[in-house]
């Protein structure tokens, strides 16, 4: 939602907020390979960002989530993380977001 353009930016800075926060908790308490609160909390950061904040913002948080995600990937191979990862890398390095042609 904080992505959408359908928010005034301050209800969407909220909710992103809000997001970050249920995410790491549940990211945290997790003991199974679920890697779905760091894969969403990730993608979904960087692309509310980009609306937020613009490309230069989000493709600084987008190098921090791929070092955690390449952290995490040293434990084990995944290919959500993988993928997830180099998505991440290739906005940060080339500002070329998933969605654009």
């Known amino acids: ?5 359908r928010l005034p930016d301050l209800q969407a800075r909220a909710h992103l907020e ?9 990211d945290q308490t997790l003991e199974s390979d679920d ?7 990730s993608e979904g950061h960087v692309q509310a960002l980009r609306k937020l904040d ?5 493709r600084v948080k987008a190098k ?6 390449e952290k995490r990937l040293r434990k084990g191979n ?4 993988e993928s997830a990862r180099l998505m991440l890398f ?9 969605d654009e042609a």
């Open 78 to 81: 995944n290919r959500r993380l």
């Open 54 to 58: 613009g490309d230069t913002v989000a």
């Open 1 to 5: 939602m904080a992505a959408s353009s």
């Open 90 to 98: 290739t906005y940060a390095a080339t500002g070329r977001w998933k």
């Open 18 to 26: 809000d997001a970050l926060i249920l995410l790491a908790k549940l």
């Open 64 to 69: 921090e989530y791929v070092d955690l995600l």
């Open 35 to 41: 890697t779905y609160p760091v894969v969403t909390m």
